[in-house]
């Protein structure tokens, strides 16, 4: 190919001298559909682009949400929200909500993604974000309930009739169990059930050194790592080990309409998650100051509490969590303040444990 | 090549007994969990604003992708084969490195240099010029992944072309411009066009590179390719697979295209 050109011009000639006739009508037809094709695909792609075109401009917000958020957010507090809005003032907003692990949304802001508002896993990652200078100052602090906007604790899902017989953080280290974990490098949630699962024997027994060889025995067992809470759930689900050490709120939707497919297993003890909400003031466009207010004031309304906790969040105010009848027991629920905070436990048993001892135990 | 006659069942047969598990289950996978909540649901699924964003988004980042690398790649191929001047060999392994350049690092590198720390980036920052988390930074992100394929498809045939052509239409007192215009150009037609399908196809289903600079905002910067992924991270493989299944079918009817185009360039020859 390439040798015997120019072709085009030869390629007419030939046809000429052939077909001894100027015009090929097929060719031009199959020519001029091609292009009446192309051309209609072309417009359907560039259709929302074309200036003027592409529907009412709207006021938009761009919201962070760490990976178990989607849903309550999605479907009930934005568009609560946008309605609310739409009353007061006449104005149309949008959110625009990205999802994923907290770690991962933590970094996409550092590198500095045009995030307005973040809810984050834990607070340790708002603290991350001060420390590169995304946000003055612990400025979380300063809204409601210390930024806490609702909390969940951290169980395990089971496969079907529990078959290997797990009711506590030590069963998970029994052998043959397989334990799906997310990624502590990633994930907020993955960090809470390390909390979780040290802080439920150090409180049972008293002793470092028992809740050290229990995190390990979890740890051994560990079969799967995903980068999120999420994530890790979908590995369980298309059928990774025995067990998963998630939160509750993963498993109260399906519960709720009757779809869940595993077993929820209570430990005696364990941790309830605090999901701080972070505003980014230098990333807040101009003219939507106001309406980033109204929204983070209106995530602590009693109406959005009430949709958190329809979709299986504990809500900070106690007297509406009677709403969902769904709520496991949990007999000693502990939080982090239980442990000096996070930058404290974060130091101590995630760095200091999990990271420095129990890895290289188990040799990964 | 000659056609095979005779015994054709045996080595046929062999090919499909590694095709099928390696290649054909997993496309044919994709489909089956595509329509396991039957049509309604896949169309349900196909028409979701977020969905007819991703795919339009993919489809136009990949047009500009492609036409963008169609100038430069055959520019660069087109300098290296017919110049020579110190450091072009070096330079010709360059250009094709991408392809082996893990995405993620393709990623990082252009956040570090176009993100608001970056390098540059932090130049542009205080002027409101923001690359990475935008459009523009997808684009950056698959011209650099994409760069070798137009080389690849244009170089071959700019290296066979005897320079007979060339020196005579000079003689004929034909100017560079117009000589690459009215002979090479023809000439490579066909690598043109090969080349740019390759750059689309690998556009529309760039992820590693995407996922690090696009921010994977929904109905901004969510491609099609990022939007399988969230949902299935999310658990939602029927919508992953419906939006999946139509990225295959798009590259099966482009490289059918190739195909059938270039049969009948090489009858032609």
């Known amino acids: ?364 | 090549m000659r056609v095979q006659r005779g015994k054709t069942w045996l080595p046929v047969a062999l090919l499909f007994l590694f095709l099928v598990p390696l290649l054909i289950m997993p496309f044919v996978a994709v489909f089956v969990f595509a329509g396991r909540g039957g049509l309604g649901a896949f169309l349900e699924v196909l028409t979701h604003p977020d969905v007819q964003f991703a795919l339009r988004f993919s489809i136009l980042i990949a047009l500009i992708t492609a036409g963008v690398n169609v100038v430069l790649g055959t520019y660069t191929a087109y300098v290296l084969t017919k110049y020579r001047f110190r450091g072009r060999e070096a330079l010709t392994i360059l250009v094709s490195l991408p392809v082996a350049m893990p995405r993620v690092v393709v990623g990082t590198s252009l956040l570090l240099l176009w993100g608001p720390i970056g390098l540059i980036g932090r130049l542009l920052d205080p002027l409101g010029l923001q690359p990475m988390f935008a459009p523009a930074g997808i684009v950056l992100a698959h011209l650099f992944v994409t760069f070798p394929y137009m080389i690849s498809s244009v170089r071959p045939v700019l290296e066979e072309m005897e320079g007979t052509y060339e020196e005579a239409a000079y003689t004929m007192g034909a100017g560079r411009w117009k000589t690459f215009l009215h002979v090479i150009l023809p000439a490579l037609r066909g690598g043109l066009f090969s080349g740019s399908l390759l750059t689309f196809a690998h556009s529309l289903g760039e992820f590693g590179a995407t996922i690090m600079v696009s921010g994977n905002l929904r109905l901004r910067t969510q491609t099609a390719p990022l939007y399988i992924f969230a949902q299935f991270e999310a658990g939602n493989i029927e919508a992953a697979n419906a939006v999946a299944a139509v990225l295959a079918v798009i590259s099966f009817v482009l490289f059918f295209g190739l195909l059938r185009v270039t049969r009948t360039r090489r009858r032609e020859a």
């Open chain 1, 1 to 364: 190919m390439g040798v015997d050109e120019p072709a085009p011009r030869r390629r007419s000639c030939l046809r000429l001298g052939r077909g001894a006739r100027l015009l090929n009508w097929p060719l031009i037809a199959k020519r001029a559909a091609l292009a009446v094709v192309t051309l209609a695909l072309l417009s359907y792609v560039v259709w929302p682009w074309l200036p003027g075109l592409g529907g009412p401009q709207v006021r938009t917000v761009v919201v962070y949400g760490f990976s178990i958020l989607g849903e309550a957010m999605n479907e009930d507090v934005f568009p609560a929200f946008e309605l609310l809005w739409r009353q007061q003032t006449g104005e149309r907003v949008e959110f625009i909500l990205s999802v994923g692990a907290s770690g991962t949304i933590t970094n996409l802001m550092i590198l500095g993604v045009p995030a307005e508002v973040a809810i984050l896993s834990l607070e340790l990652d708002a603290w991350r974000l001060v420390d590169a200078g995304v946000i003055p100052g612990p400025s979380w602090q300063e809204l409601p309930h210390g930024g806490v906007l609702n909390r969940t604790p951290f169980i395990m899902f089971a496969r079907p009739g529990n078959p290997k017989g797990i009711r506590s953080f030590a069963d998970l280290a029994a052998p043959g169990v397989g334990v799906v974990h997310p990624d502590p490098l990633t994930s907020g949630g993955a960090q809470w059930a390390v909390v979780a699962a040290y802080g439920a024997a150090l409180r049972e027994t008293g002793d470092p050194e028992l809740a050290h060889a229990q995190l390990l025995g979890v740890w051994q067992n560990v079969v799967a790592q995903a980068s999120s809470a999420r994530a890790a759930r979908t590995q369980f689900e298309t059928g990774f080990g025995d067990v998963l050490i998630t939160y509750e709120q993963e498993a109260l939707r399906d519960l709720a309409r009757g779809r869940l497919n595993v077993e929820l297993v209570y430990p005696r003890g364990t941790i309830l998650s605090e999901h701080p909400v972070v505003v980014l003031e230098r990333n807040i466009r101009p003219g939507n100051r106001e309406v980033v207010r109204a929204f983070v004031e209106f995530l602590w309304s009693e109406e959005a509490q009430r949709m958190f906790v329809a979709h299986g969040f504990r809500s900070v105010y106690e007297e509406l969590n009677v709403e969902n009848p769904h709520f496991g027991y949990i007999e000693d629920g502990f939080v982090i303040a239980d442990f000096g905070g996070w930058q404290r436990a974060k130091e101590e048993i995630v760095d200091g444990i999990w990271r420095d001892r129990v890895l290289a135990e188990v040799g990964r």
